[in-house]
């Protein structure tokens, strides 16, 4: 990780949020664009950046258990035995929200999603602020969430004025560098003693029920049920980059299925594919392509080299760097993105999450 950012910017950071102005700051799973969650306007500015749905709710970020009560109306017990097994670090609970919260966080829900952060620059900021911040991804909304800074202004200075110095569309930038995650947090909602994970990430669900061992773990029900979303990542189109993603499973679909489907993806001309994937998976994948489309009768062949393949060594790796991997392939001319799929447990589950909803599923 690189070195923490100074004080002196922390500090400057940490009074524009009290300015009632946003602020880019890293977390350990993505970087985040906050704003002062008890100042409505402060909050709505975050919506206007990130040209993001008002339906959408944000995640209030805290220093600490002990600031739960000025965002949450009550602390359930398993809540509480979640956040002291797994924060600070990437666990987002959806509980009862205090009625001082203003409704434009919570999209107008009785409910407010909470996390307390790992990273040492957001635990810094919050300290030093001394309030709760709300935080979505520092990208506009739609795109892959920026595990860099460099990520997240190209992102959002889409669609601001840029300026010189420390800040930029009314925006000040904390660099932490490369976020250790790289997804976003586990969401899960507590009621009683059940658990409703939200969105999966890199705490499953067998980690949680270690820690309640008699609470009920369950996973929320299909997207497509859902009309008001209780948590970021539910409803709306999410960690999109400018090529097309075409999710694959190696188990399930043949290098011929894969080949077609590109071809009906991207139909014109000669298209330029990316694969991204865990070893060695990905350069086998890139290659059987190739051989493909030297094939008689493959017109339109899929063009893929060494420069477009990218590969993790496992799982934790793959998520670290997925959403870089999309922004560089993007830079690098693709028209379509191969991500291909890794087993469904653990820190897999939610990468095949983030890359089916990246795909359009």
Known sequence: ????????????????IRDGRLVVFPTETVYGLGADAGNEEAVARIFAAKGRPADNPLIVHLESIAWAEAVVDRLPPVAGVLFERFSPGPLTLVLPAHPSLPGIVTAGLDTVAVRIPSH??????????????????????????????????????????????????????????????????????????????LRPGSIGADDLQRAVPDAQIADAPSVDRIDRPVSPGLKHGHYRPGAT???????????????????????????????????????RIAAEIGRAAGRPGNRRPAETNQGLVREAADAREYAHNLYRWFVELDGQGCEAIVAILPPDQGVGRALRDRITRAAGG
């Open 1 to 16: 990780m690189k070195a923490m950012a100074s004080a002196e910017q922390i500090q400057t950071a940490a009074q524009a």
């Open 120 to 197: 040492p620059v957001a635990r810094a900021l919050l300290a030093s602020c001394g309030r709760p911040v709300a935080a979505p991804s520092a990208n506009r909304s739609g795109e892959p969430s920026p595990t860099t800074v460099g990520m997240a202004r190209a992102s959002l200075e889409r669609g601001l004025v840029s300026s010189v110095g420390g800040e930029s569309g009314g925006i000040t930038y904390i660099d932490g560098g490369p976020c250790e995650v790289g997804l976003e947090s586990t969401v899960a909602a507590v009621s009683g003693r059940r658990v409703v994970i």
């Open 245 to 283: 993603v075409i999710a694959h499973d190696p188990q399930d679909e043949s290098p011929d299925r894969l080949r077609s489907r590109i071809l009906r993806t991207v139909p014109e001309g000669r298209a330029t594919v990316g694969v991204i994937g865990i070893a060695p998976t990905a350069v």
